[in-house]
């Protein structure tokens, strides 16, 4: 009875793993589709303001796919029960399998219950465990596919010659920004030097003039500046 329950039980085993194996590459497939769509969004986002994409929004993005996807393959896996259930649904044992599990999960293995047993080994040895084969979601596979060259090559554009010339122009702004401070500052200590060399350092307030010189904030702003 032993060599039967373990025959059984170990049959029920490869079927769980068959099963959840399928099952892990169906979420595998389907967290990168996900992971894809969004990357897409994404990606539109800053494109059809004229940007660039950030390239650290691929990894941030489909490592959290895979990530929920893990996740959500431990929750939804499939037991040792299910498994039972699939065999007898698959197979068409009319519940045999399912049978057996409960009865060996209640420690019944005698008189009848030995002949249950006896007669599951019977038909689960001639059942070929490959049979159960794969079905691969192909059209999500396609879609997720199509969706991850699409925001990958939405990675290789740059920024729209619009905002280029926006971003040189700050940035030409931001230096002579940075040069017309020192120069301010140059002068500043140059003023010092001469009021107190004339001792007219009391009546002008070279502190208000600082402060006033403090307000011209280096800035990308034109305006502002």
């Not at 032993?2 to 039980?9: L, M, Q």
Request: hydrophobic share 40%.
């Amino acid at each position: 009875m032993e060599n039967t329950d373990e025959h059984i039980e170990k049959f029920i085993k490869h079927v769980k793993k068959r099963l959840n194996k399928h099952f892990g590459l169906t979420v595998l497939i389907g967290s990168l589709s996900v992971g894809g769509v969004i990357m897409t969004a994404i990606a539109l986002s800053y494109i059809l303001r004229g940007y660039h994409v950030p390239l650290f929004w691929y990894p941030v993005c489909f490592l959290s796919s895979l990530f929920l996807g893990v996740c959500f393959w431990l929750y939804f896996r499939k037991s040792h029960d299910q498994a039972a259930i699939f065999t007898d649904k698959f197979f068409s044992l009319k519940d045999t399998v399912r049978s057996y599990s409960g009865f060996h999960k209640a420690h019944k293995s005698s008189g009848f219950y030995k002949l249950q047993a006896m007669q599951t080994e019977s038909y689960i040895s001639s059942i070929p465990i490959d049979k159960i084969k794969y079905k691969c979601p192909l059209v999500v596979l396609v879609i997720g596919i199509i969706l991850i060259l699409t925001s990958g090559l939405m990675g290789f554009k740059d920024d729209s010659p619009i905002i280029q010339q926006r971003i040189e122009r700050e940035k030409l702004m931001l230096e002579s920004t940075q040069l017309i401070n020192q120069q301010i500052n140059e002068l500043m200590e140059q003023m010092q030097e001469e009021l107190e060399e004339k001792d007219l350092d009391k009546i002008v307030d070279m502190n208000e003039v600082r402060q006033k010189a403090e307000e011209l904030q280096e800035t990308p702003d034109i305006k502002d500046a």
